[in-house]
């Protein structure tokens, strides 16, 4: 009985999709090859089956989105990178986004992301707030 | 008429004139270079004497010409930027900049230029600063014969060495960068010169060159940098006489060109990278004079880019020359020297009189199981191989190189 619970466990976990954390330094951009590095940025696409991709910069997977014949059902996890907290990842749903030029990100989206609203970067940065919708609309077509 | 000439040779003589020079020493009147720059005005010069200098951020926003003699250092005490400049015309020349503070919001530099014209960063030394020489909306200005050394460990705890955005007429010549992000990092920067430098052991790229067009490097050494060399999203740039070399790694590329047009990368030696050139989205691009010698890959050719043209290319000891993930093949391959022909030339016009094939069939099933590398050199892969040599099925049919060179090119003997 043991072994089989112990083959169950595994295939369990073999199922699951589940995100996985970037791995700055190491980890390439799926749609633009690059090496991640900027801790404040990234995104990242998790299919039903599982399969992970990274992203350095919300373009990427934007451009990943248009280049692919997956539909977006597909995916279990839209997840990005919370800029006032390296390297986490938080649901892109229900994330807000600040977009302004004074936005050093990786490949120039020039977007940020958040988990909580941040008014104080708002009014700094003189930022447009996005949602994620808005964001699809505007790099998505 | 005599007098107006005479009046203003005498109102230029009296600027001249006006142009102070300032020295700031340990034990001399002024003591430290905010002192100086507060007292300066447009023009004038200051020498600062050695010694260990602590004086946190200093702003510059006069035309100044600062000068080390022997070599005096600027601190930053792992807590400050330490020169911020906004001004045009300011020379920095003989500094030693050490320490500068890390964060990860802020860009904090050694020296930052921000929306300059006529700077000249020269002769100065970097050691262990965040980003090494920064420039933002900056136009004709020159950086110089610069050594810039960073641990370069954690990559979260460095920044790049020379760092680009957004600027115009930038010459960077005869650097020496190591240890850093990015050893040069170019965005959105035009009509710009990269000579003479020397990037070796950065975390990340050794040049990295993103959406900016119409600028040329050549002479550059790029030395075992975590992942090479990286040039995307640009039309017109000119890429020679660079070497890269043992770019080693899974995810490392000697020069990883993507999303390239109108371009030009002539008499490059590529040398020991696992992949010496990634292609993909790259267009109406020649390719000539190269040298690529035992790399993982020569070339990788992603079905993506059309239009290019390599010609007289000398291929040695590569691993495979060059690779694909397509069959259709829309670009050129001629008169290259290829190590692997086995050709004849019965016409002694020293070009081969059967074409050759650069792409090996095993090099097609590693692209689509990159596990398989483990049976290459086995003897099955040797006869399969063999038998893909004499009737293609899986390599492009159109891939090849029709008049392949019997000899390899001399192009020192060629280009000088």
Redesign the interface.
Known sequence: MKPFVFALFLFLIGCAAEPEPLAYGKDQCHACKMTLMDRKFGAELVTKKGKVYKFDDINCLFNFYKGTDVSKEDYQHTLVIDFSQPEKLIDAQKAYFLKSSEVMSPMASGVAAFEFQNSELTTNWQATPLTWQELEKQFGE | MKIIVFCSVLVFTLAYAEARTYRVSKQGKITTLKEAVALSDHGDTIIIEPGIYKEGNVIIEKSLTILGNGLPTMDGEHKYEIFTIHATNVTVSGIRFIDTGVA??N?LAAIKILDSKGIKIQHNKFENTFFGIYLANTTSSLIEKNTLYSHGIA??QIGNGIHL?KCENITINKNNIKGH?DGIYF??VTNSLITNNHSEGN???GLHF??SHNDEYYNNTFLRN??GV?V?YTKNVKMIGNTFDENWGS?AYGL?L?DIRDSEVTNNTFFKNTIGI?L?GVSRTNFTENTFTENGYAVRLQASSDDNVFNRNNFSANTFDMATNGSLVLNQINGNYWDKYQGYDLNKDGIGDVPFRPVNMYAMIVERIPAAILLWRSFFVLLIDRAEKAIPVVTPEDLKDSSPSMKPYDFAATSK
Do not use: C, P, Q, T
Request: charge should be negative; hydrophobic fraction near 45%; aromatic fraction near 18%.
């Open positions: 990860n919001i860009d990559e979260n955005w992000r965005e959105f975390v990340r790229y993103m959406f975590g992942a990286a995307m995810s990883l993507k990634h993909e």
